[in-house]
């Protein structure tokens, strides 16, 4: 409950300051990545979503950005990622055949796709990337989280040190991004009160926390607290 009221507190925060600022600066900006806020429908592709918007200045901005900002930060022809040992020098070898590895899966993954859309919600606000526990066919899978749905907490130097977020998701996907709950009895519950219909969507609520725990969770649409549910922490890069 204690990290419910944390959300709350940093969603009221979005609402209050800057919602309308967001969905006017996408509007001219970002027009492809409209859409979600209070249920409103988000955009989709194949779908002229720049209607009303006569001036493309904002827009050719925007790719700017994007494009100056993956050239600096995240080169698609280089190795942005470098590991290197600190003190046993005598690895360097074996550390070099692990930043190749790391590149290979980085080009190999959809990383510069995702990476494009959130660097395009940087633009005006704040850009993340979720990436839920991979496997060994797929290790990466990111997904470029909309502005409408990211609400960061600042700590008291103004840094954002928690990102929180809320979205409807099926019970077969909940079980694909988190793998863990589906050992939880909750989720369980859940499943035989909808008749094990993968396809029923629920509301959940995200947050970058790091480490795992138990906490009793509040159940926004009973009220009901559910007592010692394994809570697991995924970190997003905002």
């Known amino acids: ?10 969603k009221d925060n979005v609402e209050v300051n800057w919602k309308r600022i967001y969905q006017e600066a996408q509007k001219f900006a970002t027009p492809n990545r409209r859409g979600g806020w209070d249920g409103e429908a988000t955009t989709k592709g194949g779908n002229k979503n720049d209607s009303g918007v006569y001036d493309s200045t904002a827009a050719l901005a925007t790719k700017s950005f994007v494009s100056n900002t ?3 930060l995240t080169p698609t022809a280089s190795r942005w990622v470098h590991l290197e040992a600190l003190e046993d ?6 550390i070099d055949e692990v930043n190749k590895t790391v590149h290979q899966v980085l080009q190999e993954s959809n990383f510069y796709k995702a990476a494009s859309a959130a660097y395009a919600d940087l633009a005006i606000g704040t850009g993340a990337l979720f990436l839920p526990k991979g496997n060994q066919k797929n290790p990466l899978d990111f997904t470029a989280v909309p502005l409408s749905q990211v609400y960061p907490e600042q700590t008291n130097r103004g840094i954002i040190g928690t990102a929180f977020r809320c979205y409807e998701v099926t019970l077969s996907e909940l079980a694909k991004d988190f793998p863990e709950v589906k050992a939880n009895s909750w989720f369980k519950k859940l499943k035989k009160e909808h008749q094990d219909k993968e396809d029923h969507k629920i509301k959940i609520i995200e947050a970058s926390l790091e480490g795992v ?3 009793d ?3 926004t ?6 007592p010692n549910v394994p809570t697991f922490g995924y970190k997003y890069m905002v």
């Open 217 to 219: 969770v509040l159940d």
């Open 221 to 226: 649409t009973t009220g009901e607290t559910i």
């Open 70 to 72: 993956m050239l600096a």
């Open 1 to 10: 409950e204690k990290v419910y009221a944390r959300y709350k507190a940093a």
């Open 89 to 94: 020098k005598t690895k360097t070898k074996e």
């Open 213 to 215: 725990w138990d906490e």
